[in-house]
DNA sequence: TCAGCAATGTCTGCTAAGCT
DNA sequence: AGCTTAGCAGACATTGCTGA
């Protein structure tokens, strides 16, 4: 994007949220749009109080019924000894801040908290919505009581998910607790940049929420507010006290948490379908998921599963796979399986890794010298290694095969 | 008994990438 | 822009097994 057409971006953005496109003439000569004197009272939001603002939104998009343990690690209390956990333990969470750094300067304006309830209502009844809880900070001295009002949604007994939290927006957090003096008490932080990475990366490239949502979720916004000008329409919006000019932070600010929701709901699905062929109706297929990245979430609690999607990808040409799931049965003392693999990966890529284990596998299980030097001599004489270590291993191997033999 | 090998774990240093 | 995290590679130590 050349500076043109971000001048023209935001510019529109910015005919949007306030009208206030720079054009050279004075705010005074500016007309305002029909609405521009609406209040957040006349958006949705109570007045908790005097700059603390709460908006409640109900949102019914796909979500989470239940959530595994599979991206939890042991110091997650809340999951004990459970492999399914209910999905009213997780909170959605996200902030909008007015800057980058955890220092002093910056702080947090608006935060998010998304909960999964069950409706009681009696046409309803059983039925899962996401329940988003908004807080909004008007000025910078209604902090302490802006912070106060977060802690009825900050707990330690709840799994708390976001996009990245766990390096910006807990330790922004944690850092404006500590300035004004107050505790707070965060619960388990399960953050899916991580996993995102390793499911997509190497099949969309960048994994921002952004990238995430249009390539994974299928969703487009219709005009978003860039990341970057947040901070710049907030001190906009405390210079002038209009409610248009955040209008659209607080919109992009709902979209996040909610795409959170169904970003984790995403991850269940592929959890549940691991290893099975077909992924139906809403997300990507199967291609569009890197198998090595799935395999590798899965392998610690479900290591058979994680097998399954090796396997299946092996089966669909994927070499890198055939690799991690020929380790897999090497563990597991398999030899038979492991060499079948070994050799396929050998006869149609000559892979060096294959060879190797194989020449390992002759010399030290099979006892067939003569065939764990005939692999070694072959592979040596390939001549394309990129680690040179790996060279020099397979020569020592060689003189120790020849002498063995001798 | 001991040397050599393979596997595994730990530590360190570096890099990439996400958030507003 | 500043900060944090995870992942990766390399170096090194430890452990267990095997065969001379």
Known sequence: MDIKDLRSRIDSIKQQTNGSVHTGKSQREKKPRPDAG??????????????????????????????SDILLDESCNTAENKTMIPAE???????????????????????GFGFLETSNDATTTGKTYLKIVQLFLSDFPGEPAFLERMKKYITPDRIYVSYNGKSFDANILRSRYAMNAMQIDFGYQLDLLYSSRRLWKNI????????????VLDKRRALDVPGFMVPDLYFDFIRTARWDTIEGVNAHHLEDISSLAELLAVHEQLFAEAGEHILPGNYKPAEYIDALGLASLLADKRPEKAALVLSSAFKGGNHKAGAGLSIIHKR??????????????????????????????????????????????????????????????????????????N
């Not at 209040?39 to 109900?58: A, C, F, H, P």
């Not at 909008?96 to 608006?110: K, M, P």
């Not at 284990?357 to 002759?362: F, G, H, Q, T, V």
Request: one cysteine or more; proline letters at 1%; aromatic letters at 10%.
């Open 38 to 67: 609406k209040t957040l009272l006349d958006n949705g939001w109570n007045r908790i109080s005097e700059m603390v603002y709460e908006k409640v939104s109900v949102i019914n998009n796909i979500l989470p019924e239940a959530v």
């Open 89 to 111: 333990n997780f909170v959605f969470y996200d902030t909008e801040t007015t800057g980058l750094s955890a220092g002093a300067g910056n702080i947090v304006f608006l935060a």
């Open 204 to 215: 969309i490239g960048a994994c921002s929420l952004g990238d995430i949502e249009r390539e």
């Open 332 to 405: 597991a003392g398999r030899w038979d399986d492991a060499v079948i693999i070994w050799n396929r990966l050998w006869d149609d890529g000559k892979s060096i890794f294959a060879a190797v284990e194989l020449a390992k596998y002759y010399e030290h299980r099979a006892h067939n010298i003569e065939k764990a030097l005939g692999i070694t001599n072959d592979v040596l004489g390939l001549e394309r290694f990129r680690i040179t270590g790996i060279k020099q291993e397979l020569e020592k191997r060689k003189k120790r095969l020849i002498t063995k033999l």
